[in-house]
């Protein structure tokens, strides 16, 4: 398995991120979901990272910047049939250390506030971050979490 800077041009990621994108809106009420689509992570204040194994697409994530010192973690994901495996935790090692090295020094999240959730939420937790209130553009929300921790 591999981690890479993504270009999101392929259609195995492509296809992966839709279904990401679909089912967050599926089960977070409209106003609510903030999973960026394909436009939203091809943005330059967006670095993404896909995981493979082969050419299959494992997981993914990415950082948003906000500002010189302060980065959104965005678009965590590990393919259905592969969650339990670890994918998620070697994501999150690899991301942390990415935006430390790119002079980040806070990295904060926004999650869904459901028990759908709950696992999410234990990893960020098992990495360190710590609850917080609402942060750049986000407004306090019942269907939001909001997590943060210095780098």
């Known amino acids: 398995m591999n981690i890479v800077v993504d270009d999101l041009s392929s259609p195995q990621i492509a296809e992966f991120l839709n279904e990401h994108v679909g089912e967050m809106r599926?089960?977070?009420p409209?106003?609510?979901a903030h999973a960026l689509d394909l436009d939203g992570l091809r943005?330059?204040?967006v670095t993404f990272w896909s995981m493979r194994?082969?050419?299959s697409v494992v997981g993914c994530g990415a950082i948003k910047r906000l500002n010189a010192v302060h980065a959104e973690l965005k678009s965590m994901r590990t393919a259905s049939a592969r969650k339990r495996s670890g994918i998620?935790?070697?994501l999150m090692e690899h991301i942390l250390a990415e935006a430390k090295s790119m002079g980040f020094t806070r990295l904060s999240l926004e999650t869904?506030?459901?028990d759908f959730f709950l696992p999410a939420r234990k990893l960020y937790e098992r990495f360190g971050f710590g609850y917080c209130d609402p942060f750049g553009d986000y407004r306090s929300d019942p269907n939001s979490v909001f997590m943060t921790r210095p780098l």
Request: aromatic share 0%; net charge negative; glycine share 16%.
């Open 26 to 28: 599926s089960i977070t």
């Open 30 to 32: 409209p106003g609510s």
């Open 43 to 45: 943005t330059p204040e």
């Open 53 to 55: 194994d082969g050419e």
């Open 88 to 90: 998620a935790s070697l």
């Open 112 to 114: 869904g506030a459901t």
